[in-house]
């Protein structure tokens, strides 16, 4: 059986050819140009899935709320153009072979989870947003059509702060610029110049190299995730939480931060808390997981 897994991100596309194990055979990616809308995407993803040949199924992972019941995206936060288009529906027309579409986090932790001996997963994606899954029993937990588990909006605070707003890429390339604007000749400024609108990269080699800058935007970005896990942890009380992302690259030092700060933030009865870890699968995770959903869908079908 030979599937398709496509994810929709707010600065990446990818497609893949594969089975329903998750296992990847051929892949075709992108770097995405916001700018552009969604009608580029959407050319990409056809000449991709062309060049394929015949397939079985698909499976999408879009970076948004969308309703997985008829296909049909709200919104994209990032790129204009996807409110109200009924991804499901296009892409079997396109195809003619049966598709199924949900949140690009949510596809994530069902990847992650079939890897894990664990019950309760939970997935965190930190990159152009902040995103988030759950699975129970290897199966994604699903709220009321619309979406679930937006991690990436609740509130740090009553001002209206979110998690989104102080720990995305996005925000995390406002602080490096803001602080290398500051401080140019410092080496979080130096290396911020060779990252052009990605400046959230030039974070860990400053790190690295022991700067104080990236230091405190570092234990800025901890704290406040690590807070926002805390609901989430009083909330699901998951048996692991999975950090995934651009951001999550910064790795080990990323990794210990937040582990040991959610501890502070959490109630003495659920200690030691979740185990933390970072993604396994790193930048597969959506197309790994969209092949895995689609394998689910004919398997259900039939």
């Known amino acids: 059986m030979k599937l398709a897994g496509i994810e929709i991100g707010g600065t990446k596309l990818q497609v893949v050819l594969g089975s329903a194990d998750g296992t990847i055979f051929e892949r075709r990616s992108h770097i995405i140009d916001a700018r552009q809308g969604a009608t580029v995407i959407r050319q990409m993803i056809e000449e991709d899935l062309k060049s394929f040949g015949r397939i079985d199924g698909v499976g999408a992972g879009f970076g948004g709320p969308v309703n997985r019941i008829d296909g049909t995206i709200w919104t994209s936060y990032h790129v204009e153009g996807w409110t109200g288009f009924n991804l499901k529906n296009w892409l079997e027309e396109l195809t003619g072979a049966p598709a199924v579409v949900d949140n690009d986090a949510n596809v994530a932790a069902l990847a992650e989870a079939m890897g894990e001996p664990y019950d309760i997963v939970f ?180």
């Open 123 to 302: 997935y965190t994606t930190i990159g152009s947003g902040v995103g988030a899954g759950v699975t129970i029993n290897k199966k994604i937990y699903h709220g009321q059509v619309g979406g679930e588990l937006e991690f990436g909006h609740v509130r740090l605070d009553p001002s209206g702060l979110t998690v989104q707003q102080s720990c995305s890429g996005w925000a995390v390339n406002s602080k490096v610029l803001e602080a290398a604007s500051g401080n140019p000749s410092g080496k979080l400024g130096e290396l911020a110049k060779q990252f052009r609108h990605a400046e959230a990269k030039a974070l860990l080699p400053a790190i690295q190299a022991g700067d104080a800058q990236a230091m405190e935007i570092l234990n800025a970005l901890v704290t406040d995730f690590a807070f926002g896990l805390s609901h989430i942890v009083h909330l699901f009380h998951p048996d692991t939480i999975i950090i995934g992302g651009g951001i999550s690259q910064i790795g080990e030092t990323l990794r210990k931060g937040i582990e040991e700060k959610l501890k502070d933030f959490t109630m003495d009865a659920f200690q030691p808390g979740p185990v933390i870890q970072l993604s396994k699968l790193g930048t597969d995770v959506v197309p790994v997981g969209a092949l895995i959903l689609a394998g689910q869908q004919i398997k259900t079908q039939n």
